[in-house]
């Protein structure tokens, strides 16, 4: 793995610490009787979910049978977070995988809007941290104005908790 990849791999264990951490919180007691606030949160995590899909369509250079990226009906909480943990790791391994020649790799592709789009592997997976990480800052800003709990976001917390982990320190906060 080079430097590059070793980023990749950081945004996306990164994005898939950040889900995790809000699926987490969507099941705590705190929101057992919140169901309007869940729902709204798992569209979101839903929508996530399907860029997520569609841009790994993408990189494969396999089609999708997605015609957009939002959708008003989708699976149960512990459901939507089994096939975003699944989709994760898959990211996270794509990401291991890739040298530069193939991160670097501009492939055209048309988003379901119909409007041609070119990127790098990379970029696509650049695209999908800043992408989740965008949604989940907007909803866990609304779930924090109505009092409700949420995960910590910051790349910085991640990777202290990481190091933490990997020192036997237990997680820092």
């Known amino acids: 793995m080079n430097v590059h990849s070793s980023l990749l791999v950081q945004l996306m264990t990164h994005k898939k610490w950040m889900e995790m951490g809000l699926y987490e919180v969507l ?6 009787g919140k169901p309007d606030a869940v729902q709204q949160a798992l569209y979101w995590m839903n929508h996530i979910h399907i860029v997520d899909q569609i841009f790994r369509s993408h990189m494969l250079g396999k089609p999708h049978d997605f ?4 959708s008003n009906s989708f ?39 119909g409007d041609k789009g070119r990127m790098s592997r990379a970029q696509m997976l650049m ?3 800043s992408h989740g990480l965008y949604h989940i800052s907007v909803t866990t800003h609304e779930l924090s104005s109505q009092g409700l709990p949420t995960p910590p976001l910051l790349l910085t917390t991640c990777l202290g908790q990481e190091a933490a982990r990997k020192t036997g320190q237990g997680i820092a906060p």
């Open 27 to 32: 099941q705590s007691p705190a929101y057992a």
């Open 127 to 129: 695209h999908l941290a």
């Open 67 to 70: 015609a957009s990226t939002e």
């Open 75 to 113: 699976p149960a909480l512990l459901q939507l977070r089994e096939a975003t943990e699944g989709l994760d790791d898959w990211l996270i391994q794509y990401a291991q995988e890739l040298d530069d020649i193939a991160a670097g790799e501009e492939i055209d592709f048309v988003f379901t809007d």
